[in-house]
């Protein structure tokens, strides 16, 4: 817990402040992407500049710098060090940043996303190409403003997402994984090409998409009176400072099911982490995730791990079949789960199967090196995009919606943010290995419908523990073993090979 000391409760209500600011602009940002009428974006992109400049101004007063100094040596418990570890270098980075950039940044961040949406609309990359390279200039300035001498300016940006990494140890590790990602992908192609086209020409009613999803969410421990669900372009998960209000969105899609109910089970899996906080973190810095890749590594873990096995539709696919008599009533269970794992290289990345997942983020990875480091423009990006596609995967996108246009992430800004998803897979498979062991019921479990057990441990192995420790101390805590990813390619083989051995 935090401790009472003057200095310590002085950081912590600045901090509650602080992250109060953080709360009400994500409330903002959340309407912008779910309810916010189209001509009000020009009036939203002002609220959430002027909110930014806010709480830039306040993290970075005078006054902070000293109340930093006495935390520090006033900092006792794992509480306080973690508070003081956190709100020090966000405020080291701040006072780098001029209030006006800052705002800058906000109003472009926001107008940029307006432009994507109607963008991938109409599958015209040109309509949201200049606001890019302005929002990418911008924040091309503030990192040459934050770089160390020791840093790219990759690393810059990956900071902001996965702190305790650099460029140089992705690079490694996707190094590492990408042959072997290539040659299991094109192993397992040839298995699954027979697998039973059950699903394809087939339409799935909304409404019992929706019913089925929300029983799942319900069955995770998902907290629907700390939560809720609502529809955007491109599923989220927005929490605002507190374990009390966690919201997700899906997007629907009558032709297949998969997609909407994976990204439900994706995003319930973020939100479970944040509802999963401990109380006291609440109101602070402490608050949250240890970084994107840790919160990856639950998303994913729901979504493939869990969602995807043979022992959750043991159990889930008589309810499923309730809801869709027509569409699968007389489709086997073995059928069905080789049809929702199926391997090929497809354009979408959230629509990815989980061995060609990790190539669809390794292409982004490469992509955006190769923008930050000046080697393509903006202009650029769709061709570079086709290109790596086509010597990556083997395909090539016929459409910008389907190419370069299908993620959000470059219009909020969020360069050094693909990498996380990678690097939550492998978090995920090693977390599993360890689950296995010290619950060796849990497939047992999962094939009776019983997933709170696996919800209660990950609460208490990870979600309860906020920020108090980095990523790099957490995966060492929990599996007592620093991240390896040969865990995930063993977590691929052995799966596959059971699922098509029958």
């Known amino acids: 817990m935090f401790s009472n000391s003057k200095p310590i409760q002085d950081l912590l209500a600045l901090s509650a402040e602080l992250t109060h600011l953080e709360g009400a602009a994500e409330v903002l940002a959340w309407d912008q992407e779910t309810y916010m009428p189209p001509k009000g974006g020009s009036t939203r992109a002002f609220q959430l500049s002027t909110l930014s400049g806010i709480y830039h101004e306040k993290l970075t007063q005078g006054k902070v710098g000293l109340l930093l100094q006495k935390a520090k040596k006033a900092a006792k418990t794992s509480h306080d060090k973690a508070l003081v570890r956190r709100l020090e270098k966000e405020y080291q980075k701040a006072t780098k940043l001029p209030k006006a950039l800052v705002k800058e940044i906000t ?161 319930s899996g973020h939100a479970l982490y944040y509802q999963g906080n401990h109380q006291s973190l609440i109101h602070s810095h402490v608050y949250g995730s240890a970084s994107l890749g840790m919160s990856e590594s639950q998303s994913r873990f729901w979504e493939n791990t869990i969602a995807r096995s043979l022992p959750f539709w043991q159990y889930h696919y008589p309810l499923f079949q309730a809801h869709f008599p027509d569409q699968v009533g007389m489709v086997s269970l073995s059928d069905f789960v080789k049809a929702v794992n199926t391997v090929r290289p497809s354009f979408i990345r959230t629509e990815a199967d989980e061995v060609t997942y990790g190539l669809h983020i390794i292409l982004r990875f490469d992509i955006e090196r190769e923008l930050l480091s000046g080697k393509i423009k903006v202009k650029d990006l769709p061709k570079a995009w086709n290109a790596k596609m086509s010597s990556m995967l083997g395909i090539n996108p016929g459409s910008d919606r389907e190419g370069v246009l299908q993620d959000i992430h470059w219009s909020h800004g969020s360069f050094g943010y693909f990498p996380t998803y990678l690097l939550g897979n492998l978090i995920a498979a090693q977390l599993w290995f360890t689950l296995k062991k010290e619950m060796p019921t849990a497939e047992k479990d999962i094939a009776a419908g019983k997933l709170l057990p696996i919800r209660h441990w990950l609460k208490e192995k990870i979600h309860q523990q906020g920020k108090l420790y980095t990523t790099p101390e957490l995966v060492k805590k929990v599996t007592g073993e620093p991240l390896n990813p040969d865990y995930f390619i063993k977590y691929l083989e052995e799966k596959f090979a059971a699922l098509y051995s029958q």
Not at 130 to 155: C, F, G, H, I, V
Not at 213 to 224: A, C, S, T
Request: hydrophobic share 35%.
């Open 107 to 267: 109003e472009m961040q926001s107008r940029a996303t307006q432009s994507w949406r109607k963008a991938k609309e109409k599958s015209d990359f040109s309509l949201f190409e200049k606001d890019l390279e302005k929002l990418l200039s911008l924040q091309l300035k503030a990192a040459k403003l934050l770089q160390k001498k020791s840093q790219t300016l990759y690393d810059v940006f990956l900071d902001d997402f996965e702190p305790d990494m650099t460029e140089t140890e992705v690079q490694k590790i996707f190094d590492h994984l990408k042959p072997k990602l290539v040659a299991l992908a094109a192993k397992l192609t040839k298995t699954t090409r027979d697998a039973p086209k059950i699903l394809e020409g087939k339409t799935f009613p909304i409404a019992g998409q929706k019913e089925f999803g929300q029983e799942v969410m319900k069955r995770m421990g998902f907290d629907f009176e700390a939560g809720r669900q609502d529809l955007s372009a491109h599923p989220f998960t927005c929490y605002f400072g507190s374990v009390g209000d966690v919201r997700i969105t899906t997007h629907e899609d009558e032709k297949d099911f998969q997609n909407p109910l994976f990204a439900t089970v994706h995003e």
